[in-house]
């Protein structure tokens, strides 16, 4: 079995102290072989030397903020594994998780991407077993576009973010709606499937693409495998981004694109 992974991070804003701890802690929690693709999205800090410091670490300065959606597709077009990860800048790994991953990745089929238990630093739920479900009906689904599109206006999604963590409610594995951009794993034939994420989205910090990918994931017939027994950590930390003049405008843009795209 090949078990080479290409991990795909983009990072932003002169934040070396915040893509060092994500990458210190991937280093020490993946088993080789596997490759770093650090997306530079204009940084001008020791990031762009990271790959001087690593063992199968690539930087790709693109010398301006493209965006989290159009670095990820960068990443991307670089990649030649046969399993893709999409990491965000900001999480920390606490355990091992690559060979778990690829394993249910190998033996069901039908499961095309998996995701972890994410947290926030605070012991919190950042996002975990996420399901779609409409007000009031005893039931939740993993599949919305079973719906026709005018339907899904009624349709709500929820991640259990900030609750509190709890291993007898999230340490389980289940097929899911959905798992964050904060980290996934899918296999190569996914993305050939799928393709790359919609460049559509204006929000630099990517925000709603995530869940525009899974839903193409979903739409292709693949699966998405929630996997609660791996947990990392999630510092959310876009301040930068908070501060950026517009941001809160695109953030809205993004929110109305998914909208008008799948009618959630």
């Known amino acids: 079995m090949n078990n080479q992974v290409d991990i795909i991070t983009v990072t932003y804003g002169n934040m070396f102290p915040v893509i060092k ?25 020791d990031t762009t030397t ?3 410091r690593y063992v199968n670490c690539k930087v790709i300065n693109t010398g301006e903020n493209l965006g989290m959606v159009k670095g990820f597709n960068i990443g991307l077009r670089t990649s030649t594994a046969p399993f893709i990860a999409r990491m965000d800048h900001d999480v920390e790994f606490v355990m091992p998780w690559k060979q778990r991953f690829i394993k249910l990745l190998e033996t069901r089929k039908k499961v095309g991407m998996v995701g972890p238990r994410v947290i926030f630093p605070n012991e919190k739920i950042y996002s975990a077993l996420c399901k779609f479900y409409i007000a009031h009906l005893p039931f939740s689904f993993n599949n919305p576009l079973i719906f026709p599109k005018f339907l899904r206006h009624f349709i709500s999604s929820k991640t259990h973010m900030k609750e509190e963590d709890n291993d007898a409610r999230f ?41 525009d990918y899974t839903l193409r994931v979903i739409q292709t017939g693949y699966k998405i ?19 950026r003049e517009g941001s809160e405008i695109e953030i809205q843009q993004n929110q109305q694109r998914l909208k008008n795209k799948w009618g959630l």
């Open 21 to 45: 701890r994500t990458v210190e802690s991937l280093y020490k929690f993946t088993e080789q072989p596997f490759c770093l693709i650090i997306v530079n999205n204009g940084s001008t800090d």
């Open 50 to 52: 990271l790959s001087e």
């Open 171 to 211: 340490r389980v594995v289940k097929k899911v709606s959905h798992v964050t951009g904060s980290f996934f794993l899918m296999k190569r034939e996914v993305f050939e499937k799928v393709g790359f994420a919609d460049e559509q989205y204006p929000a630099k910090n990517g925000v709603y693409e995530d869940l």
């Open 225 to 243: 495998l929630y996997d609660g027994t791996v947990k990392i950590v999630h510092y959310s930390g876009g301040e930068l981004f908070k501060k």
